[in-house]
């Protein structure tokens, strides 16, 4: 039972640290070299409010329900919801904070795409590695 616990507690952290660096990896990945020109103030606050969001969103979809190694199609599903409902909440948020006046309109895609990529690619990692070490 405490190992199940540690064990959700641990990918509870591994994902909110994911959805930290995905907005201004996103907003890099977008503008490039250009990012240095945008005021940190606001990417540290984007990033810091969806940090939050997310959190929220991943603990109410349950991403945490299901044990990594056993990791199907329907934990593919609720960390989609779960992230579709983060960046769009985290665009809401934005533009009536900031009428997304310094945001590039494709940068809230390019964190859907980047965040699934980090949250699935770990949780796939992670089942093929207990694969093969089951199988041995």
């Given at each position: 039972?405490?190992?199940?616990?540690?064990?959700?507690?641990?990918?509870?952290?591994?994902?909110?640290?994911?959805?930290?660096?995905?907005?201004?990896?996103?907003?890099?990945?977008?503008?490039?070299?250009?990012?240095?020109?945008?005021?940190?103030?606001?990417?540290?606050?984007?990033?810091?409010?969806?940090?939050?969001?997310?959190?929220?969103?991943?603990?109410?979809?349950?991403?945490?329900?299901?044990?990594?190694r056993y990791a199907s199609?329907?934990?593919?599903?609720?960390?989609?919801?779960?992230?579709?409902?983060?960046?769009?909440?985290?665009?809401?948020?934005?533009?009536?904070?900031?009428?997304?006046?310094?945001?590039?309109?494709?940068?809230?895609?390019?964190?859907?795409?980047?965040?699934?990529?980090?949250?699935?690619?770990?949780?796939?990692?992670?089942?093929?590695?207990?694969?093969?070490?089951?199988?041995?």
């Open positions: 039972m405490l190992r199940s616990f540690q064990r959700s507690h641990i990918a509870f952290v591994h994902d909110v640290i994911m959805a930290a660096i995905s907005f201004p990896l996103a907003l890099y990945l977008r503008v490039g070299d250009g990012v240095v020109y945008y005021a940190p103030h606001n990417i540290l606050f984007s990033a810091g409010i969806f940090t939050l969001i997310a959190a929220v969103s991943f603990w109410y979809f349950g991403l945490y329900r299901g044990i990594w199609l329907n934990d593919v599903i609720r960390i989609a919801k779960a992230v579709s409902v983060a960046v769009a909440v985290l665009f809401l948020v934005l533009f009536l904070t900031t009428r997304l006046d310094w945001m590039p309109r494709s940068a809230p895609i390019i964190q859907w795409f980047l965040l699934m990529a980090l949250l699935g690619g770990s949780r796939l990692t992670y089942r093929i590695a207990k694969d093969k070490s089951t199988a041995r």
